[in-house]
Structures are given as structure tokens and as C-alpha cells.
Nanobody, 127 residues
């Protein structure tokens, strides 16, 4: 059983940067695809970014590509999301998720493919 805990959320201004971290306990993460999702008030949960088991491949939502970077450190059992040039529309609760299986651009974007989820961390971007 993988347990995930996100940290690093907060209130920032548009154009600022913020880094999120996801710490895992239980099995080591090196066999799990890791993803970040977000959910804004009144909206469905949406894919943000994902990385394969060794971090060599990544995929991003079009809305964040070029501004966000996902990375992982399997030796520390952590996954990070560096967010630059934040916009008010990035305001949401951000969730870290883990899935057992192979990495592909398609299946890593679907939240139903992920078995484990963190509790989420709030990111608020003011204009």
C-alpha cells in the first residue's frame, strides 16, 4: 500500500513560482508511474503531468507545458512539481497519484488508471 502526502501549496501572485512535493511511504516508488492532477472549485479533476518509473519520460497537459516540470527522486521516494509563471487559472487543489503499470501518454493522463492518491494541497494564484 502506497501512501502519498503532498506539500508546498500556498497563496502566490500571478507570475510567481511554486514547488510542490509528494512524499511516499510504503513500497518504493521506482515501479510506479507518478502523476499530478488538479481540481478547481466546481470543476472535474484534470491531468497536469506524469512521469515514468525512472523519470526518463514525462507528459504534460497542454495548459501547463513549458511552465510546469515534473521530476522524481526514487532514492528519496519523492515526486516534485515545479510550477513557474503561475496564472489565476492554475488555482486548484493539486493531487499526487501513483499507478502500477507501464507508462504511456494516454493511460498516464487518465485518473482512473491510478491506484493511490494523496489528500491534496491547495494552490491559489491571485491576479
Amino acid at each position: 500500500q502506497v501512501q502519498l502526502v503532498e506539500s508546498g501549496g500556498g497563496l502566490v501572485q500571478a507570475g510567481d513560482s511554486l514547488g510542490l512535493s509528494c512524499a511516499a511511504s510504503g513500497p518504493t516508488l521506482n515501479r510506479y508511474v507518478m502523476g499530478w492532477f488538479r481540481q478547481a472549485p466546481g470543476a472535474a479533476r484534470e491531468f497536469v503531468a506524469a512521469t515514468c518509473t525512472n523519470g526518463g519520460s514525462t507528459t504534460y497537459a497542454d495548459t501547463v507545458r513549458g511552465r510546469f516540470t515534473i521530476s522524481r527522486d526514487n532514492s528519496k521516494n519523492t515526486v516534485n512539481l515545479q510550477m513557474n509563471d503561475l496564472k489565476p487559472e492554475d488555482t486548484a487543489v493539486y493531487y499526487c497519484a501513483a499507478r502500477w503499470g507501464y507508462f504511456s501518454n494516454s493511460n498516464s493522463r487518465r485518473d482512473v488508471e491510478y491506484q493511490y492518491w494523496g489528500q491534496g494541497t491547495q494552490v491559489t494564484v491571485s491576479s
